[in-house]
């Protein structure tokens, strides 16, 4: 009698030329791991990777609908953080090109990702920044916020970062929160210019790298000093005994507080927009696969019934032949 050959869910059972003797043996062969649209492909296979699309697909759902849930909060807030540094450029303006020898570059980051390009976007940016700030004469450097921009950075900028702080959005942002942090820059650097590098949220799909610069009061003093928009600071009256030194160390500390504040509410918008569509783009990927695997699945199931039915009909030909 021939030998048959009959499987089921990628086990083979074998006929021997002695039907009182039957060997069943499981096939660990290319059965298993052949591609997708092989007739030799398993059931089971399929249906365990249509199991894990399926829990992915749960999860980028649950975290769009976490991110759009907490959307909507800081937004408002966020809006609302963008009357606090306009008086600030109102009266010292915003001076991106000005040459000074100590530059900080803030930048900031999330903490987590799976939010899109946002953080590598932040990087390119003050790394292009850091490379027009740098000079034989000059001395840059980076104080990070995030975890991401940190890793980022550290690669090839370890020697240059001056001050790493992480999981600032672990509690909901508030200004006093924020005004300690910049207290704490302040302490740890010495800067004639504070360069903050942001992404300004426009909408869900679409946000803006920003930099913002904060100068020093001496450097506020020289471009006073140099005319421009800053020289209209000689037409204001000091009241209360201060100087004008005294006035402009004030203006600068309470300028970087409102503005980290802004970035940092503006950046924590960015962040939740971009994982909302990154996630969006996630499920319907997902969704797409599923569909592909249903339909992998059912072709590979119809063949393998049809090849046990051929098979079953050769053995049994071939025992009553």
């Known amino acids: 009698m021939a030998m048959a050959a009959l499987r089921r869910e990628g086990k083979r059972f074998l006929l021997s030329p002695n039907p009182a003797i039957a060997v069943r043996s499981a096939v660990l062969s290319d059965e298993l791991t052949a591609p997708l649209g092989t007739r030799s492909i398993s059931t089971q296979v399929v249906r365990n990777r249509m199991k894990s699309v399926k829990n992915i697909q749960k999860i980028t ?9 907490k959307l909507r909060a800081v937004q408002v807030r966020t809006e609302n953080s963008r009357g606090l540094w306009q008086p600030f450029t109102a009266l010292l303006g915003d001076t991106p090109s000005v040459d000074v020898k100590k530059n900080v570059i803030v930048t900031i980051s999330s903490d987590k990702g799976l939010c899109g390009g946002i953080n590598s976007t932040s990087v390119k940016v003050s790394k292009a920044l850091y490379k027009l700030t740098s000079g034989p004469e000059k001395e840059t450097q980076y104080v990070i916020l995030g975890e991401k921009g940190k890793v980022q950075l550290i690669r090839d900028s370890k020697a240059s970062i001056a001050l790493t702080v992480t999981e600032i959005q672990k509690n909901p942002l508030n200004y006093t929160q924020v005004s300690v942090l910049a207290d704490d820059i302040l302490k740890n650097v010495e800067f004639d210019a504070l360069r903050i590098v942001y992404n300004k949220f426009h909408s869900v799909v679409s946000f803006i790298p920003t930099i913002s ?6 450097a506020v003093e020289k471009e006073s000093e140099a005319g421009g928009k800053l020289g209209d600071l000689d037409l204001y009256e000091i009241e209360g005994g201060e100087t004008k030194s005294e006035v402009l160390q004030n203006l600068a500390e309470f300028q970087f507080s409102c503005v980290l504040f802004n970035a940092v509410l503006e950046n924590a918008c960015s962040e939740l927009g971009a994982r909302m569509s990154a996630m ?20 590979t199931r119809q063949a393998s019934i049809t090849t046990e039915l051929i098979e079953i009909i050769s053995g049994a030909s071939a025992l009553t032949g």
């Open 61 to 69: 759902k649950a975290m769009k609908m976490v991110a759009a849930s």
């Open 213 to 218: 610069t904060v100068l020093s009061p001496e």
């Open 280 to 299: 969006d783009s996630s499920s319907r990927n997902a969704g797409d696969m599923l569909d592909r695997l249903t339909l992998t699945y059912n072709r």
